[in-house]
C-alpha cells in the first residue's frame, strides 16, 4: 500500500514538472541544429543600412538547396551562412561556390565569407542574439564578427 501511495506521488510530481516545462520559450541558438530559425540579417555598425543584408538574404535563399540563412554586414566583410538540406549535402562545395560566385557577381564591392558549416552558423545566431538583447556593444560585435570569419578562413 505504501509503495502505491510512493508512485502516485512521484508521478504527480513528475506530470507537474514536466508540464512546468512545456511553456518555456527557447533561444533560437538551442533549436538551430534542430529546425530552420531564419535568423533576421544584421549589421554590427548600427550606422549603417540593413537593406543589403536582408537582399543579400533573399538572394542566397532562393537556392533550392538552402534552407536557413544568416547575414552579417560588418565594417569590411560580409559573412553569409546557410544550411543545406540533407540530400544536396553531398554537393556542398559546388552550392558553395555557386553562391560565392552569385554573390560577387551581384555585388562586387563587398567582401564575402561564405559557409555551409553548423558551428559558423550557429556562433552568427548567437551573435544576432546578442545583438538583438543589447547584451553586447558594438565594438565588442565587431571584434566577435572578426573571430567568426577566422574561424570560417582557418576551416577552409
Known amino acids: 500500500m505504501l509503495n502505491i501511495y510512493r508512485a502516485i506521488i512521484f508521478m504527480s510530481c513528475l506530470f507537474l514538472l514536466t508540464a512546468c516545462g512545456v511553456n518555456q520559450q527557447t533561444k533560437d541558438s538551442q533549436l538551430t541544429l534542430m529546425k530552420t530559425t531564419n535568423p533576421t540579417p544584421f549589421v554590427t555598425d548600427h550606422h549603417k543600412s540593413n537593406k ?8 542566397v535563399s532562393s537556392f533550392p538547396p538552402i534552407y536557413d540563412v544568416a547575414v ?5 566583410d560580409t559573412l553569409v551562412v546557410y544550411k ?3 540530400l544536396h549535402r553531398f554537393k556542398m562545395k559546388k552550392i558553395e561556390k555557386d553562391v560565392t560566385a552569385k554573390l560577387e557577381k551581384k555585388y562586387p564591392k563587398e567582401n564575402f565569407t561564405v559557409s555551409s558549416d553548423y558551428k559558423i552558423f550557429l ?3 548567437r551573435l544576432n542574439e546578442k545583438m538583438q538583447s543589447k547584451d553586447i556593444s558594438e565594438k565588442d560585435a565587431e571584434k566577435r564578427f572578426k573571430e567568426i570569419v577566422k574561424l570560417t578562413k582557418d576551416m577552409k
Open 52 to 59: 543589403l543584408v536582408k537582399q543579400i538574404e533573399k538572394d
Open 72 to 76: 552579417v554586414k560588418g565594417k569590411k
Open 84 to 86: 543545406v538540406k540533407h
Open 123 to 125: 556562433e552568427t545566431v
